[in-house]
């Protein structure tokens, strides 16, 4: 049966990890995400070396079993069988969607960028499972000089890739903005320092899960 994605996609960036007690904490914090209800999770790191990032990977796969919990590598679709992940999610200035798909093979994930205020030029015949639109408010947690397109952009976006596409918004939205964002077309909503940032971040994936419904 094909994957049926969550309203939730949290984003975990490696720049939160602790300096020392790495694999500890990468294992209790995916065995509480699990238990929260997580069912989709990308980690990201820009920075990281090869060895660094498959020991992240290695913890978090570790405690977020494939029966429960699908895992996304950002960038490096190389790493991603290594890994053991589920799919990777390609930006630009990464290998192109193409490429990405015939190195994770047909059956993994694949995301990528869809657009900010309008869709990129053919990315609805790119081989995606799914299309990140954003920023959709401003966001501390991943550089760009995309303006914010806000609820009425995400509205205009859906309408452009039509009722079928799986898109993800990004970039700074909140309790009080999910709901607004995945009434104007989003499929889900990807969330990071909200998250990642808070003292539990279990409990605050939790009332991510009430408030999405």
Request: aromatic fraction near 6%.
């Amino acid at each position: 049966m094909a994957f049926i994605f969550p309203k939730l996609y949290p984003i975990l960036d490696s720049a939160i990890l602790p300096a020392t007690g790495r694999p500890a904490y990468l294992t209790r914090l995916g065995a509480s995400l699990t238990d929260a209800g997580v069912t989709l999770l990308e980690y990201r790191n820009k920075t990281g070396s090869d060895a660094e990032i498959l020991a992240d990977c290695a913890a978090l796969r570790a405690a977020m079993p494939a029966e429960h919990v699908r895992l996304i590598l950002d960038d490096r679709a190389d790493l991603v069988a290594t890994a053991n992940f589920d799919g990777v999610h390609v930006d630009a200035g990464d290998v192109t969607p193409s490429e990405a798909r015939q190195i994770i093979g047909p059956h993994r994930i694949l995301g990528t960028f869809g657009g900010s205020d309008t869709l990129l030029p053919g990315i609805l015949n790119a081989p995606a499972d799914y299309l990140a639109i954003g920023p959709v408010f401003p966001t501390s947690t991943k550089q760009t000089d995309k303006p914010p397109i806000g609820v009425e952009g995400v509205r205009k976006l859906r309408a452009e890739a039509g009722p079928n596409v799986v898109l993800s918004a990004a970039a700074g939205i909140t309790h009080d903005t999910a709901s607004a964002v995945l009434a104007a077309g989003a499929s889900i909503v990807a969330v990071s320092a909200a998250i990642f940032r808070a003292a539990d971040p279990a409990s605050e994936v939790r009332r991510w899960l009430a408030c999405l419904g």
